[in-house]
């Protein structure tokens, strides 16, 4: 027996079944939301499932090399079918969560029929305990190479379902060769060598079929055609249209439409460059869409703008993808702009220099890798690049449908010493909006906004800081990176909404 193959073997069946628990967790926070509880209820029904597999290996008495390779081939199917499997099942509704549950049920207690299973074919060939340190090391490995693989190679290159089929296919592979590995324990090798064919055939005719696969099941999820799709090491990129204009989601949450960004864009801009005395030099956190950048570029004392988004290919759209880039006037050709490509908060811990004005254009803080860019920590380092008399734009989520959390945006605001000043505005495919205005200084409501805005005007200004009973402030902590409380705020208010 060609052991070094057994432990490729090993290794390929640990990366493959990690892969598997990755793409669930992935998909379930994709759609779902509440990522933090999407990938722990994975990780535990997945684990658990792998010790049902390993109890259950002790009832296959016969022919365990030729059901091990029947079990390769079953997970190879079910794995690499999973995310086409819960897009369909999510555009289903109320079937998703019992076909998430029951795909990594399934697929866990196959994964762990498949090393207690393997340890007794390879018994005689090596003593126990050499045999167990080699094939768990070569299983830690596995299951280590996936982890980083899956993030930086497979989810960015390939897609969820492109991946998920990739997975399948080595799986197969895995099964196919065992047939010649294991052969003098097999009785019908050509049997099994013709059923691992069909299965490569069919995940690879998947593979080649993936596209289509995934415009299917992303137009079972978004109401409007889709047309432009891509994924990128830091998210999924999609645009749909509709009979209104365009409308731009990231990881499946809807960023702006076309119809009534200017709502939006103008409110977290204009109220900044008016409360301040200069606004000659501005920093755009976030906001690679370039709206934002467009309102900036319309106050004329803007001398530079320097815009931080951590994702080479939003911006791309931004200038490339027409409808966006007329949407935006074309503000990235302004020799104004400068931008930049970096992680919000390791590019402030730079000391990027002093500005009068910075506007926090973050997503939601849905996840915790997000939620960092609201704490007293990155608060603190954009205070350190503010001018004395500077200017800070927050936008804080909804006053109404997550009022706890927008009152913690505003507490942490106040605990890094700046002064907060609240206000809202009505974005109709958001609902009721929320903002923050901060300074080392008291501010006023600001009254002045340039001539020709398609939203605001300075009575209406004004009125964006009046906040009715219902939007009033409740008690919120303070947003730390030891506790991270904002993003557990946030997932429970929403959870009621969704």
């Known amino acids: ?33 509440d990522s933090v509880t999407q990938f722990s209820t994975a990780i535990g029904l997945y684990l658990s499932a792998l010790g049902v597999g390993s109890y259950l290996s002790k009832h296959v008495e016969r022919r365990v090399a030729e059901r091990f390779i029947e079990i390769e081939l079953a997970v190879a199917l079910l794995g690499g079918t999973l995310s086409a499997a819960l897009f369909a099942a999510f555009g289903a509704g109320e079937w998703f969560r019992p076909v998430l549950y029951g795909e990594i049920l399934a697929v866990g207690t196959l994964v762990g029929l498949e090393i207690p299973l393997l340890l007794r074919i390879l018994k005689d060939e090596l003593e126990f305990k050499e045999l167990v340190a080699q094939v768990l090391t070569v299983d830690y490995i596995g299951a280590l190479a996936v982890s980083l693989a899956f993030p930086m190679l497979l989810v960015p290159k390939l897609g969820l379902v ?17 047939t010649w590995i294991f052969e003098t324990r097999l009785a019908r090798p050509g049997r099994l060598r013709i059923k691992s064919a069909v299965v490569l055939a069919l995940l690879g005719l998947g593979i080649v079929m993936s596209d289509r696969i995934t415009s299917l099941s992303e137009a079972s999820i978004y109401a409007d055609e889709v047309v432009y ?30 119809a009534d960004e200017y709502r939006y864009h103008e409110a977290l801009v204009h109220p900044a460059m008016g409360s301040c005395r200069e606004p000659r030099r501005v920093a755009i956190l976030g906001g690679g869409d370039g709206l ?22 939003m911006v791309e759209l931004a200038r490339t993808f027409e409808p966006l880039r007329r949407l935006n006037h074309a503000a990235f050709d302004d020799p104004r702009v400068r931008v930049v490509h970096d992680d919000a908060m390791r590019w402030l811990a730079t000391k990027p220099g002093i500005f009068d004005v910075v506007l926090a254009d973050f997503p939601d803080p ?13 608060y603190e380092r954009i205070l350190a690049c503010l001018a004395p008399d500077g200017v800070l ?51 006023d409501v600001p009254r002045s906004v340039p001539e020709g805005l398609r939203y605001l005007n300075k009575d209406i200004v004004e009125s964006l800081f009046h906040l009715p009973e219902d939007l009033a402030p409740i008690p919120a902590e303070i947003n730390r990176l030891s506790n991270q409380v904002l993003v557990h705020y946030y997932e429970q208010e929403w959870r009621r909404w969704n």
């Open 292 to 313: 934002a950048l467009r309102e900036v570029l319309k106050e004329p004392r803007v001398e530079s703008v320097v815009l931080v988004d951590i994702d080479p290919a």
């Open 366 to 378: 849905s996840s915790f890798q997000v939620g960092k860019l609201y704490t007293t920590t990155c």
């Open 1 to 33: 027996m060609k052991l070094r193959l057994v432990f490729l073997t090993v290794f390929v069946i640990a990366a493959c079944g990690l892969g598997y628990e990755l793409t669930a967790g992935a998909l379930a926070s994709y759609l779902l939301g």
């Open 162 to 178: 492109r991946a998920a089929l990739a997975l399948g296919l080595a799986n197969a592979a895995v099964a196919l060769w065992s």
């Open 229 to 258: 799709a891509r994924n990128t090491p830091y998210q999924r990129i999609v645009v749909t249209q509709s009979r209104a204009g365009f409308q731009l989601f990231l990881n499946g949450a809807l960023q702006f439409s076309s």
């Open 393 to 443: 734009a927050v936008q804080a989520t909804s006053p109404l449908m997550a009022r706890r959390s927008f009152w913690c945006i505003s507490a942490t605001l106040e605990s890094c010493g700046l002064y907060v000043r609240p206000y809202h505005a009505l974005v109709p495919s958001f609902g009721e909006w929320g903002f923050m205005l901060a300074a080392r200084q008291v501010l």
